[in-house]
């Protein structure tokens, strides 16, 4: 047994008096909607260089600051937010993606992106998922991705639905319902081999794993038992 670990264990003990280090949990706070002043649901999370919180809420976008909480409402339902590393919070919404930026009182204000678009790809339902690659930054719904790169868009159209998306290791990549995950780049979808066999499950998730491969979550349903 290593005795710096031992050591360290005598010490959690004699300095926290507890029964059990296998009964410890770390410490949670958990704050009701009643104390932030948001809506019921929060999305994502991101933080700023500051280390200030940012949350996607359905009220807007709720602001940590390490003391209060400040909500702005721009009357949408954020579903997304994300830090650019700079001044501006991107967030996605229903029909709409912009991004918040500070005034020189520091009060957040939106700024919408979307606005600029053609009629034809107004509709483009919510936007769930925003990525940083290369420089550009990626907003990805159901059946579009707009890609922002120096404040000019280009967009990208997926005939399946994608229903979860993934940045890793610079490589985005897409599951598409009914046909497989596929590696985005350019206008193109490269289909990822044998992947359009679990085409018909539900992927939730793709995360990196081992030697460059992809570990996929899938939702798994349950029909309730006859009664």
């Given at each position: 047994r290593d005795r710096?670990?031992?050591r360290g264990l005598g010490d959690v003990y004699k300095r926290q008096h507890i029964y059990s280090i296998k009964n410890w949990l770390p410490y949670i706070n958990n704050i009701s909607r009643?104390?932030?002043?948001?809506?019921?649901?929060?999305?994502?999370?991101?933080?700023?260089?500051?280390?200030?919180?940012?949350?996607?809420?359905?009220?807007g976008l709720l602001q940590?600051?390490?003391?209060?909480?400040?909500?702005?409402?721009?009357?949408?339902?954020?579903r997304t937010a994300y830090h650019d590393g700079k001044e501006r919070i991107y967030v996605g919404?229903?029909?709409?993606?912009?991004?918040?930026?500070?005034?020189?009182?520091?009060?957040?204000?939106?700024?919408?992106l979307s606005d600029s678009l053609e009629d034809k790809y107004r509709n483009f339902s919510d936007v769930w998922d925003i990525y940083c690659i290369d420089h550009?930054?990626?907003?990805?719904?159901?059946?579009h991705i707009f890609k922002l790169t120096n404040d000019e868009i280009t967009v990208i159209q997926s005939k399946e639905r994608m229903l979860c998306s993934a940045n890793i290791n610079g490589n985005l990549y897409v599951f598409k319902e009914n046909a497989g995950v596929f590696l985005q780049t350019g206008q193109l979808f490269i289909p990822l081999a044998?992947?359009?066999k679990i085409s018909n499950y539900h992927i939730s998730e793709i995360l990196p794993y081992q030697d460059q491969k992809l570990l996929l979550i899938c939702l798994l349903y349950t029909s309730p038992s006859p009664r």
């Amino acid at each position: 047994r290593d005795r710096s670990v031992s050591r360290g264990l005598g010490d959690v003990y004699k300095r926290q008096h507890i029964y059990s280090i296998k009964n410890w949990l770390p410490y949670i706070n958990n704050i009701s909607r009643m104390e932030y002043g948001g809506g019921t649901q929060n999305w994502t999370i991101t933080r700023d260089n500051n280390g200030w919180i940012y949350a996607a809420n359905n009220s807007g976008l709720l602001q940590f600051d390490g003391y209060s909480w400040h909500l702005f409402s721009n009357g949408m339902i954020i579903r997304t937010a994300y830090h650019d590393g700079k001044e501006r919070i991107y967030v996605g919404a229903f029909n709409n993606f912009g991004y918040f930026s500070p005034d020189e009182k520091g009060a957040m204000h939106y700024h919408s992106l979307s606005d600029s678009l053609e009629d034809k790809y107004r509709n483009f339902s919510d936007v769930w998922d925003i990525y940083c690659i290369d420089h550009s930054i990626y907003f990805v719904s159901y059946n579009h991705i707009f890609k922002l790169t120096n404040d000019e868009i280009t967009v990208i159209q997926s005939k399946e639905r994608m229903l979860c998306s993934a940045n890793i290791n610079g490589n985005l990549y897409v599951f598409k319902e009914n046909a497989g995950v596929f590696l985005q780049t350019g206008q193109l979808f490269i289909p990822l081999a044998s992947t359009e066999k679990i085409s018909n499950y539900h992927i939730s998730e793709i995360l990196p794993y081992q030697d460059q491969k992809l570990l996929l979550i899938c939702l798994l349903y349950t029909s309730p038992s006859p009664r």
